[in-house]
């Protein structure tokens, strides 16, 4: 009986081992990569103005330490610092047929002066909890695009996301947008 229950056992390990062989884990770079996949231009039906638009882009990173908890503040991870924010994006208008690097102004009735507004955002932890560590996937950002203090109408953007090692990953442009106003 032993015998037989020893055999039984070493068939189900042996059959165990070759299940979990042929699972295939993908190896990415530890550094995040991410590839610009599409802008959607939304148009506010109501007004006919293009005031918003969904930044698409796919990540991968071979440790998954991408995103942070609503606790990382404290240094580097602190409100003032520069990893603050882990999804750096930068805004540009064509203005005179160069793309310049602009901010965003918004009045603040409190101050009576312009605040600088940011796409900067926080994205949260997308480690997985056990397994291989290597991720990938897509991120849909949606951004407003509408800006009234400005007289030129083609803008874009370009984005980067930082891991929690602090490595910043290569950087993604979109095409030229298009506002309508």
Known sequence: MIRKATKILILLLILGSVVLSCRKFEDFPD???????NFIVLMNLETGITERGVLVFSYTDGDGDLGLDKGDTLVPFDKNGDYYYNLIIKYYEKQYGVFVEVP?????????YYDTLTFNSRFPVLTPESGNQAIK???QDTLFIYNP????????FKAQIIDRALNRSNEIETQEIIRKY
């Open 104 to 112: 965003i102004l918004a009045w603040n009735i409190d101050s009576s």
């Open 149 to 156: 203090l400005s007289a030129f109408d083609t803008i874009k």
């Open 137 to 139: 996937g897509v991120f």
């Open 31 to 37: 550094i995040p990569v991410i590839t610009y996949d």
